[in-house]
Every structure is written in structure tokens, then in C-alpha cells.
């Protein structure tokens, strides 16, 4: 099930970005920067102030419980928008629910002309997965995480390429 986030949700996604950060990039960023990162970027206040800037969509396993969240922003005036994160808890991985998360999203941005996607190169299952929803690399470039040095990949979803699979 796909549905909104709420209020009670926030200790729900600190956990799942706590732990999907964690699965991806154990071997690439240090834990105490992780940590640092995710309290700061996760807490209940920046929570409450993505909600109101953003759409949080949340997946729930078959108990209601949540097992992942997808973020975007509104769709600007070029008609243009991103999404800000996808995040599903490693035991629930290939489990369908980053499509479910997807697919939710990308039918409540019908009118966007162009979807952006900014992903850790280190993080090649999210690549492979918006590249197999139709996403094209844009560009890739180095840039800073916490003080350290990654390259982030830029995708892009024209709206022409839209598929719900």
C-alpha cells in the first residue's frame, strides 16, 4: 500500500534512512558521518519541514507497516521536479515496493514535463532502477557529502518517456 505521509510516520523514515543510508554506502562513508548526517538531515524538525515542502509518499508492507518512502518537490514553473529520495529497508528490497513508490509518484506528477533524480554513483541499484523506469544520465560530477569527495549522477524522466510499470 502507497500512501502520505503523516506526523506519526517520522519515527518510521528516520529508521528506514537510517538504515538504507547505512546499507548503501557502509563501505564508502564513515559511520559517525552518516550518523551526523542522517540526525541532522532526519530530524523530527526537518521531517515536518519536508512535509510541508515537499510530497512523502510512504510504502507499507501487508501488516501496514512502513517499509519504505519516496520524497519529490512541487513541480516549478518550468515544469520541473525532483525526487528528493527513495529509500526501502534492505529486507525489503526487490520486494516491489521501490516500483509501487515510483509508479505512485510519477502518476501524481503527470503534468511535469521533466522529472530530475540526483544519485551517489557508489549507489548502482538505484541507478540500474531508474534507468530500467526509462531515466537517462544527464551528467555525472564530483562534488562534496559531509566534507567528502563523491560523484553524483544526474538522471532525468522526460515526461514523453513517462511508463507506469
Keep these: 500500500m502507497i500512501r502520505h505521509m503523516t506526523l506519526d510516520d517520522i519515527q518510521d523514515v528516520q529508521y528506514i534512512a537510517l538504515t538504507s543510508w547505512r546499507y548503501i554506502f557502509q563501505e564508502h562513508i564513515p559511520p559517525e558521518v552518516l550518523e551526523t548526517f542522517i540526525d541532522r538531515s532526519y530530524s523530527e524538525l526537518m521531517l515536518r519541514k519536508q ?25 516549478d514553473e518550468d515544469g520541473e521536479c525532483e525526487v528528493t529520495a527513495l529509500h526501502v529497508l534492505p529486507s525489503h528490497l526487490d520486494s516491489g ?4 513508490l515510483l509508479n505512485a509518484a510519477l ?35 564530483p562534488e562534496l ?13 522526460p515526461v514523453n518517456q513517462l511508463a507506469y510499470t
Excluded at 97 to 100: K, S, T
Aim: glycine share 6%.
Design 51 to 75: 512535509m510541508e515542502k515537499t510530497t512523502i509518499l510512504i510504502a507499507a508492507d501487508l501488516q501496514g507497516l512502513p517499509v519504505g518512502y519516496l520524497s519529490y518537490t512541487p513541480i
Design 97 to 100: 515496493y521501490e516500483e509501487l
Design 107 to 141: 502518476e501524481l506528477l503527470h503534468q511535469a514535463t521533466c522529472i530530475d533524480v540526483y544519485i551517489d554513483e557508489h549507489a548502482n541499484e538505484l541507478q540500474h532502477f531508474y534507468l530500467k523506469h526509462g531515466f537517462v544520465l544527464v551528467e555525472s560530477f
Design 145 to 157: 557529502f559531509e566534507g567528502i569527495p563523491v560523484d553524483t549522477a544526474h538522471y532525468s524522466l
